[in-house]
C-alpha cells in the first residue's frame, strides 16, 4: 500500500547488522566511529573527524531535521556508523539516502551493500524512487551506488558556510 507519509526512523535488521534511530544519548557511540579522518577524506567537509565539526555540520543537522541512523554491528552491538532518509517528497513519492559513513575496517566488504539494501528494501515500500546525493569527489561512494544500480541523473553546486561543493545526484527507481 502506498502512503503520502514516509517513517525516516525504521528498525532494520540484516545478517550482520542492525539500523536503529539515533537517539541524544547515542552521540558518543557515533562519534566514536566517526572520529578516523579517513572515513571524510573525500567527503566536502574533511574536518568532520573532529568533535566540535561533528557535532554542528552533521549531529545538530541531523537533530534538526530527523532521519539519523545508527549501524550497529550484530556480534559486538558496537556502532559502526551511521545514514539517515532525508527529503522525503510524497508528490513524486521519492527520498533521499545519505549521510553514510561506515568505519573503515567496513569498507571493501559487504557492510554498506547490507545497509543500502535494507534501506532501500524500506524505501521502497512507500517510495517510487530512491536519490543519493554525493560529492563529487567522493569515489568510492559513487562507485557504491553504482554497483546497486543507482544511475547518474545531475550535479548541482551547493554552497554551505561560504563553500562551494559540487553534489552529483543519483537516482534507483524501485524495481517493478
Same mark, same amino acid.
Given at each position: 500500500?502506498?502512503?503520502?507519509?514516509?517513517? #525516516? *526512523?525504521?528498525?532494520?535488521?540484516?545478517?550482520?547488522?542492525? $539500523?536503529?534511530?539515533?537517539?541524544?544519548?547515542?552521540?558518543?557511540?557515533?562519534? +566514536?566511529?566517526?572520529?578516523?579522518?579517513? $572515513?571524510?577524506? *573525500? !567527503?566536502?567537509?574533511?574536518?568532520?573527524?573532529?568533535?566540535?565539526?561533528?557535532?554542528?555540520?552533521?549531529?545538530?543537522?541531523?537533530?534538526?531535521? =530527523?532521519?539519523?541512523?545508527?549501524?550497529?554491528?550484530?556480534?559486538?552491538? &558496537?556502532?559502526?556508523?551511521? #545514514?539517515?532518509?532525508?527529503?522525503?517528497?510524497?508528490?513524486?513519492?521519492?527520498?533521499?539516502? =545519505?549521510?553514510?559513513?561506515?568505519?573503515?575496517?567496513?569498507?571493501? =566488504?559487504?557492510?554498506? +551493500?547490507?545497509?543500502?539494501?535494507?534501506?532501500?528494501? &524500506?524505501?521502497?515500500?512507500?517510495?517510487?524512487?530512491?536519490?543519493? !546525493?554525493?560529492? #563529487?569527489?567522493?569515489?568510492?561512494?559513487?562507485?557504491? $551506488?553504482?554497483?546497486?544500480?543507482?544511475?547518474? #541523473? &545531475?550535479?548541482?553546486?551547493?554552497?554551505?558556510? =561560504?563553500?562551494? *561543493?559540487? $553534489?552529483? &545526484?543519483?537516482?534507483?527507481?524501485?524495481?517493478?
Amino acid at each position: 500500500m502506498q502512503t503520502s507519509t514516509f517513517d #525516516s *526512523q525504521p528498525n532494520l535488521g540484516g545478517p550482520t547488522i542492525m $539500523v536503529r534511530p539515533a537517539t541524544i544519548e547515542d552521540f558518543d557511540a557515533v562519534f +566514536t566511529a566517526a572520529a578516523d579522518p579517513a $572515513v571524510w577524506a *573525500q !567527503h566536502p567537509s574533511p574536518n568532520r573527524y573532529r568533535r566540535e565539526v561533528f557535532k554542528t555540520e552533521f549531529w545538530d543537522t541531523a537533530a534538526r531535521t =530527523g532521519g539519523l541512523l545508527m549501524v550497529l554491528e550484530n556480534t559486538t552491538g &558496537h556502532c559502526i556508523g551511521s #545514514s539517515r532518509f532525508y527529503q522525503w517528497n510524497p508528490a513524486d513519492r521519492s527520498v533521499v539516502i =545519505g549521510y553514510t559513513f561506515l568505519v573503515t575496517r567496513h569498507w571493501g =566488504g559487504p557492510t554498506n +551493500t547490507e545497509l543500502k539494501n535494507l534501506m532501500l528494501e &524500506h524505501a521502497f515500500q512507500t517510495a517510487s524512487s530512491v536519490w543519493f !546525493h554525493i560529492g #563529487s569527489e567522493n569515489l568510492r561512494s559513487r562507485r557504491a $551506488v553504482e554497483k546497486l544500480g543507482a544511475r547518474l #541523473s &545531475h550535479e548541482k553546486v551547493n554552497e554551505t558556510s =561560504g563553500k562551494r *561543493q559540487v $553534489v552529483v &545526484h543519483y537516482r534507483l527507481d524501485a524495481p517493478i
